[in-house]
């Protein structure tokens, strides 16, 4: 059958090589070539991820800590499966290192040494997004979805800059939420999350 076959994979490489073209190339724009090297520089984050620490030592007392694990976890295991098991497995070149590739490559930032196959960066960030939608959106409500789009606009700028294809995003992706919603209902399970209730004094 078709798609059991080597040419079936051949054309969903070509497709996944011309996004990244469209992406890269074609819907470049001056605002994007400032601001997306930027997004995908974790240090830009660090307030960020401050603040999460802030939110949860002050609201939730001894449940934060676990919190924190629960957190530190979901990365861990998204950054080393993405890692040790897909990136050494796969061996796949990043475009910026592929000699094919650089006839239609612009190359933002510094071509990072590793494999492509999945991007951690992906991986890494939609397992936190996960786990924050699952462990606040009871108390946050339609909010948390905000954490999927700042997942995503850091996903999508590995492309822009030119070091992931589109697949291997959606590979990270996958991962991510298939982690963070292992992790967000196992703490739920145990240490959901409330507000303190006020007192009437």
């Given at each position: 059958m078709f798609f059991l076959t080597g040419t079936f994979w051949e054309k969903i490489l070509e497709w996944d090589r011309d996004l990244f073209t469209t992406i890269n190339s074609n819907w470049?724009?001056?605002?994007?070539?400032?601001?997306?090297?930027?997004l995908r520089n974790s240090l830009i984050w660090i307030p960020l991820y401050l603040f999460l620490l802030a939110l949860v030592l002050i609201n939730f007392k001894n449940?934060?800590?676990?919190?924190?694990i629960f957190f530190l976890v979901t990365v861990s295991l998204t950054d080393m499966t993405g890692t040790k098991l897909f990136k050494y497995g796969f061996e796949r070149i990043r475009p910026c290192n592929n000699p094919d590739m650089l006839a239609h490559l612009r190359l933002l930032v510094?071509?990072?040494?590793?494999?492509?196959?999945?991007?951690?960066?992906?991986?890494?960030?939609?397992?936190?997004?996960?786990?924050?939608?699952?462990?606040?959106?009871?108390?946050?409500?339609?909010?948390m979805w905000l954490a999927f789009l700042w997942a995503g606009i850091i996903g999508y700028a590995q492309v822009y800059v030119g070091v992931?294809?589109?697949?291997d995003i959606a590979g990270g992706i996958l991962l991510g939420i298939i982690y963070g919603t292992f992790t967000g209902f196992l703490f739920n399970k145990y240490f959901k999350l409330h507000f303190p209730e006020k007192s009437l004094h």
């Open positions: 470049s724009n001056p605002v994007f070539d400032t601001v997306m090297p930027l449940k934060a800590w676990w919190w924190i510094r071509c990072p040494i590793g494999y492509s196959f999945m991007s951690n960066h992906a991986a890494n960030h939609f397992g936190m997004a996960t786990f924050l939608f699952i462990t606040f959106r009871h108390l946050f409500k339609r909010w992931h294809y589109p697949s």
